[in-house]
Every structure is written in C-alpha cells, then in structure tokens.
C-alpha cells in the first residue's frame, strides 16, 4: 500500500512522514507484491486514526466496500489484483498531529464468482459465505499537514 501524487499512480511516495496540505487529494493504491491476473484485491475497508494502534476514534473512509466520506472516489476495487482511490485530506489533520490509514483488504481467485470481491460496495454485512479468500490488514502512515512543524515548534519556543 503506498500514497501517489496523481491518479496516474506511477510513481509511489517514499517520503516518510507524508506531509500535505489541507484538501490536498491524496492517492492510495493497494497492489499484490507481484501481478498476479488470477487473484483480486478488494478494499473492504479503510480508516483514518490519529494513532498507529486505532485504539481511539477513527474515521471511516471506505465501509463494506462503500464510501464513507463525500471525497473518496474509488478508481478500482476488487476487478483486479490492485485497488485504487483518492480522498481530501481533512479536518482530522488540522485537530490531530499525525493521521495513520488503515485497510482491510480481501484477496479472491479471479474463478470465483460468488467472492467478496464481486460482491463490490454493501451497505450491510452478510455472513461469510463458503467463498475462498484471504484477508489482510495494511497500515500506511503518516500523514502530517504541511507546517504543522513549524506551528508546534512556534508555540514551544513562545513557552
């Protein structure tokens, strides 16, 4: 899992933190380690949280499939063995310091027609039906905003 500057998702940020602006878009694709045409990659779910260990209030992003926040767009999920999408980076970063992602991805084999990854968005949660799959949980992180440094370093030196 890794952020892009663009929709194009060529090149993956390294930069660690990930500093950005508030309403920045920013991208986020989800790839098998290696191309692999037989499996799909689904993004079930994905939250915002100001800690790494999501112990405290999160902010959901992706749902069951669906999107949660006004400014995701889902550019693919679960046809492929990537998924991608966008999002603003929002009011959590203005509040909190750091904001860490979490997803939950579900690898199906391309044959099975009754997967999680063809069932696409749901409002409501079945019961797991006898379909094979995997499940994994990625985090990527962090995301700070732009100046927030300096700000923070302004206001201990004002102390």
């Given at each position: 899992?890794?952020?892009?500057?663009?929709?194009?998702?060529?090149?993956?940020?390294?930069?660690?933190?990930?500093?950005?602006?508030?309403?920045?878009?920013?991208?986020?694709?989800?790839?098998?380690?290696?191309?692999?045409?037989?499996?799909?990659?689904?993004?079930?779910?994905?939250?915002?949280s100001?800690?790494?260990?999501?112990?405290?209030?999160?902010?959901?992003?992706?749902?069951?499939?669906?999107?949660?926040?006004n400014?995701?767009?889902?550019?693919?999920?679960g046809?492929?063995?990537?998924?991608?999408?966008?999002?603003?980076?929002?009011?959590?970063?203005?509040?909190?310091?750091?904001?860490?992602?979490?997803?939950?991805?579900?690898?199906?084999?391309?044959?099975?027609?009754?997967?999680?990854?063809?069932?696409?968005?749901?409002?409501?949660?079945?019961?797991?039906?006898?379909?094979?799959?995997?499940?994994?949980?990625?985090?990527?992180?962090?995301i700070?905003?732009?100046?927030?440094?300096?700000?923070?370093?302004?206001?201990?030196d004002?102390?």
């Amino acid at each position: 899992m890794a952020f892009y500057p663009s929709s194009s998702f060529y090149y993956p940020i390294t930069d660690s933190p990930y500093r950005v602006n508030l309403n920045q878009q920013l991208y986020v694709q989800v790839q098998l380690t290696q191309a692999e045409s037989s499996l799909h990659l689904f993004m079930d779910s994905c939250v915002a949280s100001p800690n790494h260990d999501y112990s405290s209030r999160t902010y959901d992003l992706i749902r069951n499939g669906c999107r949660r926040d006004n400014t995701v767009y889902i550019y693919r999920n679960g046809n492929r063995y990537f998924a991608q999408f966008s999002f603003s980076a929002f009011k959590f970063l203005s509040t909190h310091s750091k904001v860490f992602l979490r997803c939950d991805v579900v690898i199906c084999p391309d044959n099975d027609y009754n997967s999680r990854c063809r069932q696409g968005c749901r409002n409501r949660r079945k019961r797991s039906t006898s379909s094979d799959h995997h499940t994994e949980v990625l985090t990527l992180g962090p995301i700070t905003l732009k100046g927030a440094e300096e700000a923070e370093a302004k206001m201990e030196d004002k102390v």
